[in-house]
């Protein structure tokens, strides 16, 4: 049997979920993956100074890969209390004020959900709810904008469907962060949304689909989501009924990986095909896999 395991997380529960994946080999444990390379985990900008030290001192980090929207950084910028100049800074965890971005590491901000993904999601409204989220979005109220979407849109796709549409519509946004996981400068790496669960566990889940990683690892690494983050699913759930969703889209359904898995074999054939599809060159897949492969790599 394959022993899947994780290392410990910083101080703040749910903040870094750490990949790492066994898996047996003539009755030995050999390490399919290089470990401390690449890492998940929810936003940060909660993180302890504690998390933020270990982060830097003890994980190495590099690089972080931020997912999130537009509406996410405002949202979380006013919350922690950005300054008259616009510099994010706020109260941290310990009752001083911080940066919510940790210095001395290279951020990346690819808002995953944005164009193609959102104009195919707005197509899906009606006539009414597409003038009246336009209305919303000039006037400024974003996250009411956001929350017809959610109730007319995102809602009835689930958390399966939002996955395999952004499969299908954030070719370009999947693209430059494979770019990014193909360039041994950049490492370590993490990645990160909100939750860290739907669009990381997406990112996520396609390198493990790249790296041939077992199934069973994959769903594995996906399920540690909802453990990590049981102890905010009260916080998560009341955020995410603010954008007009349902108490599940919390949680990580045990059959996700299966789905986006199951849609990408069905139209693209494989994940490599797919990443060939959205301008990722076989070179570049390949550096990946040399990259964070704990053995030979054969090419695709």
Known sequence: MPDYTRGGPPDRVGIVVFIKHHTYDEGENFRMLVEGMLFRSARLDDASMGDRRRLQDEYKLKT?????????????????????????????NDGGAQELKIPELAYEEININGGN??????????????VKLLSLMWTGYRMEAIGILGREVLQRRGLAGLGTDTIDHAGAEIARIVEILADASKYPILVHCTQGKDRTGLVVALVLFLLKVPLDAIRHDYGLSGLELRVERDERVQEIREIGLTDEFADAPSDWIDRIHEHIQQRYMSVSAYLESVGVGLDTQQRVRQLLLNQPVPKL
């Open 117 to 130: 993904f959102e104009r195919a999601l707005f197509w899906q409204l009606s006539i009414w709810n597409r």
């Open 64 to 92: 972080v890969i931020d997912l999130r929207t537009t509406s996410e950084h405002i949202k979380q910028g006013k919350r922690h209390g950005l300054t008259a100049t616009g510099s994010s800074v706020g109260a941290s």
